[in-house]
């Protein structure tokens, strides 16, 4: 089991940044991969970017590419997606997720049936 608790969400004016943690907690020794998803009003959940818990390996949505970093501290068991230049279509709920797959593919871990574990998500609001 994996437990995973996210927060930094908030309302932020358009261009402005915001920080997500995710605090994992359990077995994070069995974990591979972490990945941040969010669903906006009226759509689905989409990938929005992941990184390897061991080598730290990133990979990112095209959407958020160069606008978004996500990183992970193996120590403090926590992700972080650093979150600049926001506009008014991030505004969702950002879930941070962890799968146990080991050398599972970006081709797959964009996909949420590759996580076992979610948090609860966290409300972003970006404002025009």
């Known amino acids: 089991q994996v437990q995973l608790v996210e927060s930094g969400g908030g309302l932020v004016q358009a261009g402005g940044s915001l920080r997500l943690s995710c605090a994992a907690s359990?077995?994070?020794?069995?974990?591979?991969?972490m990945g941040w998803f969010r669903q906006g009003p009226g759509k689905e959940r989409e990938f929005v970017a992941g990184?390897?818990?061991?080598?730290?390996?990133?990979y990112y949505a095209d959407s958020v590419k160069g606008r978004f970093t996500v990183s992970r501290d193996n120590v403090q068991n926590t992700v972080w997606l650093q979150m600049s230049s926001l506009k008014p279509e991030d505004t969702a709920v950002y879930y941070c997720?962890?799968?146990?797959?080991?050398?599972?593919?970006?081709?797959?871990?964009?996909?949420?049936?590759?996580?076992?574990?979610w948090g609860q998500g966290t409300q972003v609001t970006v404002s025009s």
């Open positions: 997720a962890a799968s146990l797959i080991y050398g599972s593919r970006w081709s797959s871990l964009v996909r949420d049936g590759a996580y076992g574990y």
């Open positions: 990184i390897t818990w061991s080598s730290g390996n990133t």
């Open positions: 359990g077995r994070t020794s069995t974990t591979y991969a």
